[in-house]
């Protein structure tokens, strides 16, 4: 199936993929980086330290505003629409519907003041061991 063909459906079922196969090339081709120098003459100027890596893929699950992606403007237009100043957002099908805020508290763990929900209670214990990436932006509002 060609890109341009492909359904959002087809993109999401592949991209939950991405980490799992890098995962599994890198497994592979661990007795070829043993062999060779190339870990060392990757340019980093540190070494690697991360030693495993947690991709949560949830199609249609948990919303990144109930976990870990802290948005307090949304307290502010909850059940409100987009105010004309953020923009447009092009919707997934018909309207785009009214802002919501999250579901659950947040409040900032450990000393890096990692925002975090009340959903995870135990992870909240160790937040100053964990490394999250919010830099997802969208032009759609799905």
């Avoid at 990144?64 to 909850?78: A, G, I, M, R, T």
């Avoid at 919707?91 to 785009?96: E, S, V």
């Avoid at 805020?101 to 937040?127: I, T």
Wanted: charged fraction near 20%; include cysteine; glycine fraction near 8%.
């Amino acid at each position: 199936m060609s890109p341009t063909h492909a359904s959002r459906r087809d993109f999401l079922s592949h991209a939950a993929y991405g980490v799992a196969g890098m995962a599994a090339l890198q497994l592979l081709g661990r007795e070829a980086y043993a062999e060779s120098d190339i870990l060392n003459s990757s340019g980093l100027h540190h070494p690697a330290r991360a030693r495993h890596v947690i991709h949560i893929y949830l199609g249609g699950g948990l919303s990144q505003v109930d976990s870990f992606d802290y948005k307090p403007e949304l307290e502010k237009y909850h059940d409100k629409e987009l105010p004309a100043e953020f923009g447009t957002a092009e919707p997934f099908m018909g309207k785009a519907g009214r802002l919501h805020r999250s579901h659950f508290a947040f409040n900032q763990r450990g000393k890096s003041g990692l925002w975090m929900s009340e959903l995870f209670p135990e992870l909240c214990e160790v937040a100053d061991e964990l490394t999250l990436i919010n830099s997802m932006v969208a032009e759609t509002a799905n």
